[in-house]
C-alpha cells in the first residue's frame, strides 16, 4: 500500500503500519514521504515515524514540526517526544518561540517534558 500511487492508499498504508508497529524506514524514503503533498499521508507518517528507528526519522520529523497543518505539526511534535531521542529538544524549542499556535506549543512542551527537558528558573 505504501507504494501505491493513489494518496489514500498510502495513508491507508501508514495507518495500519501504525496499528501493527513496523517500522516505516523500512518501506522507502522517508524524507520523500514527509514532503508529500497529501494532509493524511504526512500525518500518519508523523504517527508512525515515533516507532521507527531509521536514522533519518527524527531528520523527517523535525521537517514535519514546520507543516502548515496543524494536526501534523503536532502528531510531529508528540511523535518526536515519543521516540525518546533528545536531538529532538532543540528544534521542539526553536519552534514553540516561532509557532503562533498555541496547540503546536502545547504538544511542544508536552515533548519537551517527556525528553526530560526541565524550564529554567528565571532570576
Known amino acids: 500500500m505504501l507504494a501505491s500511487e493513489d494518496a489514500r492508499e498510502r495513508a491507508a498504508g501508514l495507518a495500519a503500519l501504525c496499528r501493527r508497529g513496523g517500522d516505516v524506514g523500512d518501506f522507502g524514503d522517508i524524507r520523500d514521504m514527509a514532503r508529500r503533498t497529501d494532509l493524511r499521508e504526512r500525518y500518519w507518517l508523523a504517527r508512525a515515524l515515533a ?44 519552534l514553540i518561540k516561532r509557532s503562533r499556535e498555541w496547540y503546536v506549543q502545547r504538544y511542544a512542551y508536552r515533548a519537551l517534558r517527556r525528553l526530560g527537558w526541565r524550564q529554567r528558573v528565571s532570576g
Open 51 to 94: 516507532a521507527s528507528r531509521h536514522p533519518e526519522a527524527l531528520t523527517a520529523l523535525v521537517a514535519l514540526l514546520d507543516d502548515p497543518q496543524i494536526n501534523v505539526a503536532y502528531q510531529a511534535c508528540n511523535a518526536v517526544g515519543r521516540m525518546g531521542d533528545r536531538r529532538g529538544i532543540a528544534p521542539l524549542l526553536r
